[in-house]
């Protein structure tokens, strides 16, 4: 979703600004804009597009030493000059990323107050009510508290007021905001990546919390203007982990990071046949609840399969949105675990609130360190996946699955199985070394795809089929490989690629007797297996080693997103930042 980015401090903003922006390409968007202050004076320059579309217009020499950007998701109104950030009303000028759901309230009450608005957004009730606010008021910070108290929805906020140019505000609820400080200056952003260039070392707000940065100093206030104390937190990845390295694409780059993600999740959880203290110590559960969405979702359904099979605890798997407004069956024997890359998804952090409201234990499962899932969890697991860049996740997904292939065996109390994530790291190495462009070629002319499985095959398909709609824009469908029959084979013609699973001996011969099914309609079938039979049923096969049912699922889904990568490169698709999509959904 947007990203922002401010500085201020001894060095020229605008480099600063624009090249954070740039590491923040990965969470989406369709516009972006700065401000910054020029002779006295507060500068905006906006464009639609792509930021290198925002860099034609502005001047970088610019002799200015405090400077606000944001990259627009557009959520209301078009992306447009006129709607992207930041906005500005009277003395404030604003950068947003969230959504102000009483935005229409407020606009209401500020026209009858005679005030002008300009944009379709919610954001720019922001700077306007600030004014409204700043006139009774007279101080800034006072100000900022009072609006805030005010807002609805979720924020990050990155503010310049007219009145006092020395200094920058920030304020957060329910969208994330860092503070950095390098030997220069001070920075504000959405996330770490868009500070590393300069330092590791930044402090995290928390909700509700209002911080005053001037080029020396940050102050932080909570939301009943103390001021507090923060942590300083140190970024252990290298600044090669947020960048390419030589790939083509994160997306492939981080495809190929999968092995040592598998390895470094294994090894923080685990030594020899025994769990370290990372894993924590859960009392007996009946019955598991998985909250996520997306990716996050289907891997959810891998951890059903495997929870429910080694440890024989029964789990449900829930969309997140879904979850958070329906009538939950729970109490204090269900753990619920919330599952999220970025930690920030708006959905299954309301999930979150609403399991621990109602008392239940939640264990959040999660990549980004310090991420407001991950804080408010009862108990928290992170994978460690490292700064997942492109926004259709891969290795976090990997990551996800390998620690809730764990989490089976710990439930299980059976620690003999631990023996079956040895060594796992070699074959990984093997499934990304081989070529899957020939199976791209097959695909990327077609509109249409399927991918049909049984049990945790099925899982899989949902995941592979993700991947391949999001990444290269062709519609496909995942279905419970005997469910196909039952209607939507009627959309299978001669051609139609359809890539059928199969890692499970126990339901081999059902699902080939499904893929049977569209073999006799003329499809084109691409079988993955592990078990490399000869047969005719096929056009082409992949076939993966063959490997423990907890290990299974977690090696299959690489082929698939290969296929996925390589279908996109060949439609020229936008790869890392596919249309429409944002890496962090912190809007509901
Ligand atoms: O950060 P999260 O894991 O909570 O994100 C959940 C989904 O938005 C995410 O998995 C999405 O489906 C990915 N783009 C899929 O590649």
Not at 1 to 23: D, H, N, Q, T, W
Not at 200 to 229: F, P, Q, T
Not at 427 to 434: G, H, N, S, V
Not at 442 to 471: M, P, Q, W
Request: hydrophobic share 40%; glycine share 6%; net charge negative.
């Amino acid at each position: 979703m947007c990203g922002i980015v401010g500085y201020i401090g001894k060095e020229k903003a605008l480099p600063r600004v624009l090249s954070g922006l740039k590491f923040l390409e990965y969470r989406g968007y369709d516009s972006a804009g700065v401000a910054y202050v020029k002779n006295g004076n507060v500068e905006i320059v906006k464009e639609v597009g792509k930021i290198v579309n925002l860099e034609n217009k502005i001047n970088y020499s610019e002799e200015t030493f405090m400077g606000i950007g944001h990259t627009r998701w557009a959520t209301h109104g078009v992306p447009s000059i006129i709607n992207s950030h930041p906005h500005r009303v009277g003395k404030f000028t604003v950068v947003h990323n969230g959504i102000i759901e009483n935005y229409l309230k407020i606009k209401e009450m500020l026209i009858n107050e005679g005030v002008n608005f300009i944009s379709e957004t919610d954001t720019e009730v922001i700077p306007a009510l600030l004014n409204y606010n700043y006139n009774k008021e007279k101080d800034i910070l006072k100000t900022i508290e009072v609006t805030l108290k005010e807002l609805e929805g979720s924020y990050a906020i990155g503010i310049i007021c007219d009145d006092d140019l020395d200094n920058l505000y920030a304020a957060r609820c329910g969208s994330p905001l860092i503070i950095a400080k390098d030997k220069t200056g001070n920075f504000i952003a959405s996330d770490v990546p868009a500070i590393l260039s300069y330092t590791n070392k930044y402090i995290l707000l928390e909700e509700g919390e209002i911080a005053k940065i001037s080029s020396s100093n940050v102050e932080v206030y909570n939301n009943k203007l103390d001021k507090v104390e923060k942590e300083e937190m140190i970024f252990e990845g290298s600044q090669d982990s947020a960048m390419l390295n030589g790939y083509e694409h994160y997306m492939l780059k981080e495809i190929h990071e999968e092995g040592k993600v598998f390895s470094e999740t294994v090894n923080y959880y685990v030594d020899g046949n025994s769990f370290k203290n990372t894993m924590p110590e859960f009392k007996d559960y009946k019955n598991i609840h998985i909250v996520a969405c997306g990716s996050a979702y289907y891997v959810g359904c891998i951890g059903k399969s495997l929870i429910e099979e080694f440890a024989n605890i029964p789990v449900t798997v829930e969309v997140a949105s879904e979850y958070r407004y329906k009538k939950n069956f729970y109490d204090k024997d269900t753990l619920v675990i919330i599952i999220s890359q970025s930690g920030e998804t708006a959905d299954s952090l309301a999930a979150l609130r609403k399991a621990k409201e109602d008392g239940i234990d939640t264990l959040a499962i999660v990549n980004v360190v310090g991420s407001s899932i991950s804080r408010e969890a009862d108990y928290t697991m992170y994978v460690k996946a490292g700064p997942e860049i492109a926004v259709a996740t891969t290795k976090a997904f990997l990551a996800q699955a390998t620690l809730l292939s764990l989490l089976a065996v710990k439930l299980s109390n059976k620690l003999e199985l631990l023996n079956e994530f040895v060594g796992v790291e070699k074959y990984i190495k093997e499934i990304l070394d081989k070529d899957y462009k020939k199976y791209a070629n097959v695909i990327y002319t077609h509109n249409d795809t399927f991918f049909i499985g049984r049990l945790v095959d099925y899982a899989l398909c949902l995941e592979g089929s993700l991947k391949l709609k999001e990444t290269s824009y062709i519609n496909s469908v995942a279905f419970q490989a005997g469910e196909l029959k039952h209607g939507t084979i009627s959309l299978v013609t001669d051609g139609t690629p359809v890539i059928g699973i199969c890692t499970d001996e126990s339901i081999e011969s059902k699902t080939i007797s499904n893929i049977k099914e569209v073999k006799a309609r003329n499809a084109f079938v691409i079988y993955i297996t592990n078990n490399d039979i000869e047969a005719d049923f096929y056009d082409l096969k992949i076939v993966l080693p063959k490997l423990h049912k907890l290990i299974m699922p977690i090696v299959t889904v690489i082929p698939l997103q290969l296929i996925a990568y390589e279908v996109a490169k060949l439609r020229c698709c936008d790869i890392d930042k596919p249309r429409n999509l944002a890496k962090s959904v912190t809007v509901e």
